[in-house]
């Protein structure tokens, strides 16, 4: 799979999150300070992650900044996105099975190395569910 990773910091699991994805043989398209000579300011970098996401350049993504929430925020804004910001492997799970998310955010501070495994493990083996409500609800955010 190809994941397009954004941080706007090399603090905390920034890093880690490439590492760890590579390691799990997924491609990485890097954005922010992973990338050199892109604008690293959480919001440019996550949206463009998110714009990798929304144009097929990317299968999914994982925006990261200090708390997660303004990665979140601005992947949201792009059509087509939904982030979701994880604290956890419950979250995650949730994420991808009742919201179809296709942007994990981190907060680049709240996550450990082992959260992180916890994490990435649950949103990469995490698959939408089938559920007519829970599709409807997805559906929904279209029309929003």
């Known amino acids: 799979m190809r994941i397009s990773v954004a941080a706007d910091s090399l603090d905390g699991v920034a890093e880690r999150v490439v590492t760890a994805l590579r390691r799990r043989g997924h491609e990485v398209i890097s954005h922010g300070a992973l990338a050199g000579g892109e604008r690293d300011d959480w919001a440019w970098a996550s949206e463009s992650a998110a714009r990798d996401v929304a144009e097929g350049r990317a299968d999914q993504a994982v925006v990261c900044c200090w708390t997660g929430t303004g990665a ?30 296709n942007v994990l955010a981190l907060s680049l501070r709240l996550t450990s190395d082992v959260v992180l495994d916890e994490i990435l493990d649950a949103w990469l083996e995490g698959a939408p569910s089938t559920d007519a409500s829970d599709r409807a609800n997805v559906a929904h955010l279209d029309e929003i």
Do not use: E, F, Q
């Open 72 to 101: 979140s925020i601005a992947a949201n804004k792009v059509p087509g996105v939904r982030a979701a910001l994880c604290v956890d492997a419950y979250t995650a799970d949730g994420a991808r099975k009742w919201n179809d998310a």
